[in-house]
């Protein structure tokens, strides 16, 4: 079955990695793609590590477990590298996703030996700068979608656009933060 | 033209209440309810519909609530999960004795305890003997599906039995995912307005309802709860099918994947048969000749369907999400168990209990149990009665 991207993403309670698991479900889905975007559910606290999940395929998707081998991981949160085996089962042809300030290099010796491609991000300077505050969720979102290339950066951005004026109907004024937040981080991601 | 969107399990039942506009909701609006009411409070609110909701102080209340509005004559529904669910007990087998056509939607999480929010099949297994209809999916789609046929059922003149309809908690009430909506104009007609034939509210006929039944007269109303689940079971088929004819998506007791010529097959319930699925089709790609039988209606239980259905396998593994606590069989083995034994057959029957409280059940665990069936249709001694995706320390 490998019409199908499969991405997990770890997060701490609060970070958002949740709500930007539904999203990029929700922009996959726009663009046309069969979708699955679902969180692991537990005693849910503030802080405590998370875990969600996405599929996005041509095909039907019918498998219902979590996912293991994923092509994707996202780490919202760098200090979950201590605390979690983020890239167990990770594909070697696939790759993760770390929000952070440190360089790549101090961050790699923390993946245990992981093969793949490694990518960094500063997602909290991107979303105070953007944003005026630190919600690291949109950022990681635009980053996944520019390293996994499940769309174009116009149609994403875009499809986004058109989310954020839905989601944020009642309070305009953070659109546009939330734009430059996505732009930022397209561009950023390395 | 059907309506491509994205909806978790929970938000594609609260969308087709929102198309059928039910008279009453009763509902405890918080945990260990789902956002199920919530979403159809914003319905209201919003004026999209007119249904009435009752925010009750709990769910013996919801329950009772729903009964009254029953009774009353009006169309109505409640929304619950696990301890919840447990909670209305008492009233569910009121519910069904009074032979009222309400629904009720569930979606299946454990119970405590240990205390514990996820999906199994606990609370509405252990309701299985309270007299409801019982219809299950494995996706948002199918729930959805199954709820706009919910009332077409329940409130048949030879039914009248109250109707749950029940997904697996969290696997699809939380998980977005694709989904075919109807128009509403297309639900509605398939609905139908509801005309009660006997009604607390109905002036011109006075009714008591939910007397004391002394000796001489109980077991008369057990019986015709029986008869009723009975006749509920063409009742079923025929609506699945004019289901179909409207949407493309036809329903029947259940779904047989690659069964008609398997060896070896699988009986489940729930999302799990989505993720069995894949497993078949790895291995029908070596040849193996797998299938599936995935149960959607368990009260009335199609005995003699499913037995017809699983006469050609050799091996048959049935997966319970509960536990029974008689030590050889989960529930649902059980009930399949004595329908293959009237239909006298010879396939080897191995007990499964997976996914309790919300154990991932993995594409491997499938293919684990085929295994094992393939080797107990070769005649090798296996254990009739096991756990799968236990930890192993």
């Known amino acids: 079955m490998k019409n199908t991207v499969e991405i997990r993403w770890h997060g701490r309670g609060g970070q958002g990695a949740k709500t930007a698991a539904l999203l990029l479900a929700d922009v996959c889905f726009k663009h046309g793609k069969n979708v699955q975007g679902f969180p692991e559910y537990g005693p849910e606290r503030m802080g405590a590590p998370i875990t969600a999940y996405n599929r996005i395929s041509d095909d039907e998707l019918r498998v219902h477990s979590n996912i293991y081998d994923p092509d994707y991981v996202v780490v919202v949160d760098e200090t979950l590298l201590e605390a979690i085996d983020v890239t167990a089962g990770l594909s070697e042809d696939g790759g993760i996703v770390i929000n952070t300030q440190k360089p790549k290099e101090e961050i790699i010796p923390h993946l245990k030996g992981y093969k793949g491609k490694v990518y960094t991000i500063d997602a909290r300077r991107i979303s105070e700068e953007a944003l005026g505050k630190y919600f690291p969720n949109s950022p990681m979102l635009a980053a996944i979608v520019a390293v996994s290339k499940v769309m174009e950066k116009d149609e994403f951005l875009s499809q986004m656009e058109t989310s954020y004026q839905h989601k944020f109907a009642k309070k305009p004024e953070v659109i546009e933060g939330n734009m430059k937040a996505l732009r930022m981080a397209f561009e950023e991601v390395k | ?393």
């Open chain 2, 1 to 393: 033209m059907a309506i491509r969107e994205r909806l978790s399990g929970n938000e594609a039942v609260a969308y087709a209440i929102k198309q059928v506009n039910p008279d009453v909701m009763p509902a405890f609006p918080i945990t260990p309810s789902t956002e199920i009411p919530q979403l159809v409070a914003n319905y209201i609110a919003n004026g999209e519909i007119d249904t009435e909701f009752i925010p009750v102080e709990s769910e013996h209340s919801a329950m009772s609530a729903t009964i009254g509005a029953s009774a009353a004559g009006a169309r109505a529904l409640t929304a619950t999960s696990s301890c919840g669910m447990a909670l209305m007990w008492e009233l569910l087998y009121v519910a069904a004795s009074n032979r009222l056509p309400l629904a009720l939607t569930l979606v299946n999480r454990a119970l405590s305890g240990p205390i514990n929010i996820n999906c199994d099949h606990s609370d509405s297994m252990g309701a299985r003997d309270a007299g409801w209809i019982q219809i299950y999916a494995e996706n948002n789609q199918e729930v959805y599906d199954n709820f706009i046929q919910a009332y077409r059922i329940s409130e048949h003149k030879d039914v009248h039995l109250p109707i749950m309809i029940c997904q697996d908690g969290f696997i699809t009430s939380h998980a977005l995912a694709n989904i075919e909506l109807l128009e509403d104009d297309k639900v509605k007609n398939f609905v139908g307005e509801y005309q009660p034939e006997n009604y607390l509210l109905n002036e011109q006929e006075t009714m008591a309802l939910g007397p004391y039944a002394v000796s001489n007269y109980y077991m008369e109303t057990k019986k015709a709860q029986v008869e009723a689940m009975k006749n509920a079971k063409q009742v079923i088929l025929d609506v699945g099918k004019e289901f179909g004819e409207m949407s493309g998506r036809s329903y029947g007791f259940f779904e047989e994947y690659k069964l008609s010529d398997a060896d070896y097959a699988v009986v489940i319930i729930g999302s799990a048969a989505g993720t069995t699925k894949d497993a078949i089709d790895e291995l029908r790609e070596k040849g193996i000749k797998a299938g599936l039988l995935k149960l959607r209606v368990f009260r009335p239980f199609p005995a003699e369907e499913i037995a017809a259905a699983l006469k050609n396998c050799k091996a048959i593994g049935i997966m319970d999400r509960s536990e029974g606590f008689n030590g050889q069989a989960g529930p649902l083995t059980a009930e399949i168990s004595a329908a293959l034994f009237r239909a006298k057959s010879q396939a080897k029957v191995v007990s499964y209990i997976y996914g309790l409280g919300g154990r991932d059940y993995r594409v491997e665990d499938a293919l684990e149990v085929f295994d094992e069936l393939k080797e107990a249709a070769n005649g090798k001694e296996v254990e009739q009665f096991r756990y799968i995706g236990l930890r192993s320390r």
